[in-house]
T-cell receptor, first 115, second 114 residues
Framework: DTGVSQDPRHKITKRGQNVTFRCDPI?????LYWYRQTLGQGPEFLTY????????KSRLLSDRFSAERPKGSFSTLEIQRTEQGDSAMYLC?????????????FGSGTRLTVV | AQTVTQSQPEMSVQEAETVTLSCTYD???????LFWYKQPPSRQMILVIR??????QNATENRFSVNFQKAAKSFSLKISDSQLGDAAMYFC???????????FGQGTRLTINP
């Protein structure tokens, strides 16, 4: 297991289209996080899972956004009816529950551009 | 909820010299962890150094060290003998013990001048 993988690396979509991103965490990590990062800013928390349960969602996560983690393994983040304001880097990270104090392992992100 | 502030959007330093990046945070909790992450142009966030709030001793990792001032809620990163590969965005972050999410500052873009 080489780390957290995200797919795709880049996505260009037209406004109004739906997009889905995938994240594969480190296999033994039971926590998975989604963050959004706009240009020149720090990552902002969107949501997190412990195993398959989605335990917290940020107010940033409008009803156009949905995330899943079936079977507690990989996760998907879907954005419906994309808007230009959704253009950002979407970062996935994972950790063991007990090691939040050791930080997270991040993936390389998916850069979304809505045109 | 905790907040993290980085007041230096950009910093630059000559290669081989020392640079300090500033970070302040705010939390009412007494048990938390602080981090510095590096995000190179290739984008993957890499953990540089971590500090446990209950430890008074400042963390050190090779050329990277921190100055942790708990009373002042300050957590600066010192990079000694700067190298070209240190050029990146640096983010300060905080997580409360038992809490669910890491909170980041706005970042500081570090440029290394050859």
């Amino acid at each position: 297991d080489t780390g957290v993988s995200q797919d795709p690396r880049h996505k260009i979509t037209k406004r109004g289209q739906n997009v889905t991103f995938r994240c594969d965490p480190i296999s033994e990590h039971n926590r998975l996080y989604w963050y959004r990062q706009t240009l020149g800013q720090g990552p902002e928390f969107l949501t997190y899972f412990q195993n398959e349960a989605q335990l917290e969602k940020s107010r940033l996560l409008s009803d156009r956004f949905s995330a899943e983690r079936p079977k507690g393994s990989f996760s998907t983040l879907e954005i419906q009816r994309t808007e230009q304001g959704d253009s950002a880097m979407y970062l996935c990270a994972s950790s063991l529950t007990q090691t939040g104090g050791y930080g997270y392992t991040f993936g390389s992100g998916t850069r979304l551009t809505v045109v | 909820a905790q907040t993290v502030t980085q007041s230096q959007p950009e910093m630059s330093v000559q290669e081989a010299e020392t640079v300090t990046l500033s970070c302040t945070y705010d939390t009412s909790e007494s048990d938390y962890y602080l981090f510095w992450y590096k995000q190179p142009p290739s984008r993957q966030m890499i953990l540089v150094i971590r500090q446990e709030a209950y430890k008074q001793q400042n963390a050190t990792e090779n050329r990277f060290s921190v100055n942790f001032q708990k009373a002042a809620k300050s957590f600066s990163l010192k990079i000694s003998d700067s190298q070209l590969g240190d050029a990146a965005m640096y983010f300060c972050a905080c997580i409360i013990q038992g809490a669910q999410k890491l909170v980041f500052g706005q970042g500081t873009r570090l440029t290394i001048n050859p």
